[in-house]
């Protein structure tokens, strides 16, 4: 059989578009939703960092202020000290005093005693008669110490690396004056930058994140983290000579920064944080999220992957409902005009021939009344089968109700297959039908129209096989009748008819007269014969063998009362 789906009944009313665009906003506001959320992840990102960094700022200036302050008080008690005792010219009788005061601040790595001239006399750690170099030798030292004789406060020298004690330090140097204002003794202190003491070893150094403490030449003072291998690097050229260097005093595209002035040195606090290592813990953090977020994508897809195939499914059924005859299963009367349509448009085309059948159980309302509609009912649908059974798969048989069937024979050469169909089933319905274990009969008038000798247009097709059903019936059923020409004239008539006789019972044109009865013996008249008669005011007086036919298959018999 053809496929029970017509074009021009068309899917039902968006429905799969309407879940389409339910899915489609509800994507959308996942995705904005989520995009909004990454957006204030980035952003809550950001500031987790900066304040990390803040945090970090100030706790390295809290430190590095509070160890430059008291190493300057350490300088200058230990200074008093040592000019008292006349230090210069008898420095190793005073060495104790620089030993007991690097017992007492281990963050110390050495002390120093220096003349004015920039010669060290007197070093912590170094033994009695080794030489010992003078600051204003190596140019790591020589800028500290001649800043010092020009400052009342401790000076802060570069880092540099000490070979005699094997050790980077960051120097710091104090002038000690007499009453005159002249310096008299230079007392020297390397604060050790690996300490454990040192404050700022307490700081937690994150991953990504430096600390440093930068000089106003531009030099580095301390830079934490820092490998033993890149110290070199780091600590010998202003960061401005660094190309590329791993830490740099502003912000830019590559860094977080923040920056701190110290209050009472001229030293300044630099606080790093890679952007990348922003980004990967932004992409680390935002991993889960994204990942609830695909979930939730791929189970709305399948959802409405889900939902379309019941829309699908729901739509289908509302065609098949709309489409097909709901007790035989059998396409109904819009399904087949569609049917015949396409089959007469295929023939045009290919230059064949399309036959339409009507068929009417001729012994139906019979049946019907005399086992009751369950019975009539089962009754079509065993006739349902029967006509399937003798048709090709190409070909259509639908119920246009009551009693009534329809075949469609597309796709025929010449008219004889449809004879030689139509003879086949007047003797197969000649057979009984097996309904609920009883045998009931009923043959079938069968009018056949076939295209294009009968009608070119579908509309004229289906209604010239019907005029050929009501000539097949009136040739006393169990019959088969094909179409021919003069039947239309008879059609018309009928039609006629039917029409006038309801206006018949409108205006009372029907009346009666009764034609006597005579004994044949006697001669005497015992009864007379009720006989219907009509005079109509369109069509004249009409036969009682032409309008009692019609009255009876229009259902107008019972309204007469005959």
Request: aromatic share 8%.
């Amino acid at each position: 059989m053809q496929p029970g789906v017509m074009e021009t009944f068309g899917r039902s009313v968006g429905g799969e578009s309407q879940v389409g665009r339910i899915y489609a906003g509800t994507v959308g506001l996942l995705t904005v939703a989520f995009v909004l959320f990454a957006f204030n992840a980035w952003y809550a990102t950001q500031r987790a960092f900066g304040i990390e960094l803040e945090h970090a700022n100030r706790l390295l200036r809290q430190s590095s202020e509070a160890v430059l302050a008291h190493e300057e008080s350490v300088l200058r008690v230990l200074g008093r000290r040592l000019e008292e005792a006349d230090a210069l010219l008898y420095p190793e009788r005073s060495r104790h005093l620089i030993d007991q005061m690097l017992e007492i601040n281990t963050a110390m790595a050495g002390f120093g005693l220096v003349r004015p001239d920039g010669q060290l006399v007197l070093v912590s750690g170094v033994p009695a008669g080794r030489n010992l170099p003078s600051l204003l030798d190596r140019a790591e030292s020589r800028e500290g110490f001649l800043s010092a004789l020009q400052s009342d406060q401790m000076v802060i020298g570069r880092t540099y690396f000490f070979p005699l004690l094997q050790k980077w330090l960051i120097p710091v140097r104090l002038a000690m004056r007499n009453a005159a204002g002249e310096v008299v003794l230079v007392m020297a202190a390397g604060i050790n930058i690996d300490s454990k003491e040192a404050l700022w070893q307490a700081i937690e150094v994150k991953p990504g994140m430096q600390l440093a403490l930068l000089r106003d030449d531009g030099y580095p003072q301390l830079v934490l983290p820092t490998s033993p291998d890149q110290r070199e690097a780091v600590y010998a050229a202003p960061l401005t000579a660094h190309d590329g260097a791993p830490l740099m005093g502003s912000e830019d595209e590559t860094a977080l920064v923040r920056t701190e002035r110290l209050g009472r040195y001229p030293l300044t606090v630099v606080t790093r944080y890679e952007r990348q290592t922003l980004v990967d813990t932004y992409l680390r953090d935002m991993t889960m999220p994204a990942l609830l977020y695909l979930i939730a994508l791929a189970m709305g897809w399948l959802l409405f992957q889900y939902l379309q195939q019941k829309q699908r499914e729901f739509e289908g059924n509302l065609i098949y409902q709309a489409s097909h005859d709901a007790l035989t299963g059998l396409p109904n009367r819009m399904l087949l005009e569609d049917r015949v349509m396409h089959d007469i448009a295929r023939a045009r085309r290919n230059k064949r021939r399309v036959a339409i059948m009507y068929l009417d159980l001729d012994q139906f309302k019979r049946v019907n009344d005399g086992f009751g509609h369950k019975t009539g009912d089962l009754m079509l649908r065993v006739c349902a089968d029967r006509l399937l059974s003798n048709l090709r798969d190409a070909d259509t048989v639908g119920r246009l109700g009551g009693d009534e069937f329809l075949v469609v024979l597309p796709d025929l050469s010449d008219a004889t297959a449809v004879r030689t169909l139509a003879y086949r089933l007047l003797e197969d319905f000649r057979r009984p039908l097996r309904v609920q274990g009883r045998d009931l009969f009923s043959t079938v008038s069968i009018g056949v129209a076939v295209f294009p000798d009968d009608g070119e247009r579908a509309e004229i097709l289906l209604q010239n096989a019907d005029t050929a059903l009501y000539r097949a019936k009136d040739g006393g059923r169990d019959n088969v009748c094909f179409f021919q020409p003069q039947h239309s004239q008879a059609a018309a008539r009928r039609t006629e008819v039917e029409s006038a006789l309801r206006d018949a019972l409108v205006h009372d044109e029907l009346s009666v007269v009764y034609q006597p009865k005579a004994n044949g013996r006697t001669l005497q008249w015992d009864g007379a014969e009720a006989l219907l008669r009509w005079h109509s005011g369109q069509l004249g007086d009409v036969s009682p063998a032409e309008f009692i036919p019609v009255a009876e298959d229009s259902g107008l018999i019972d309204a007469i009362g005959w």
